[in-house]
């Protein structure tokens, strides 16, 4: 397994393993309300989806919030790719809001923040986080609720002990960049 740091300008290295887990954030320019309505959220859902499967990465938590999005997944051998998702996956979506709110050009993304998760318990709690996201940001009572973040999927898709496991872990603690109203 190669892992990789590769710098950025302005910016901490990032650093790419083949195969790791990540949680990525990425904001709206300026902290902008653009996602509020669900065809917007629909669209960044969409786009997320169809464009992890396209570089191989395996998404296993995902919140579209009003104005920045989270979501984990599994790296393929190629954890480079990362760069290239975000910026196909921030540039359809620019083009597509901005069709949809006709204002062509409009600058949509600020940034994306990723890192690539190293311990298990750290997994867990970031799981949990990602999942309880939209009650965090007091869009729904109960995450279940909330059909642009993977709660009710993962209530659903995971086995009782793996559930069990990630609920339990404490979020208080996450230290995951999140300062979005």
Not at 49 to 55: C, G, I, K, T, Y
Not at 67 to 90: G, M, W
């Amino acid at each position: 397994m190669e892992d990789i740091y590769k710098p950025h300008p302005n910016n901490p290295p990032h650093y790419f393993v083949s195969n790791a887990i990540y949680i990525v954030t990425g904001s709206v320019l300026y902290n902008r309300h653009l996602l509020t309505d669900d065809k917007h959220k629909s669209l960044v859902y969409e786009v997320l989806f169809e464009r992890a499967a396209h570089w191989g990465w395996e998404l296993e938590a995902w919140a579209i919030l009003k104005n920045h999005y989270h979501f984990i997944a599994r790296a393929p051998e190629n954890a480079l790719s990362l760069e290239k998702l975000i910026r196909q996956f921030h540039s359809k979506t620019a083009v597509e809001l901005n069709k949809l709110d006709k204002t062509v050009g409009r600058k949509v993304w600020y940034n994306y923040w990723d890192t690539c998760i190293t311990l298990e318990t750290s997994y867990y709690a970031r799981l949990h986080y990602v999942h309880l996201n939209p009650v965090k940001h007091r869009l729904v009572e109960n995450a279940e609720e909330y059909p642009f973040c993977s709660y009710r999927w993962f209530l659903e898709k995971a086995d009782d002990s793996f559930r069990d496991t990630v609920m339990s872990q404490p979020i208080d603690r996450v230290d995951v960049f999140d300062e979005f109203d």
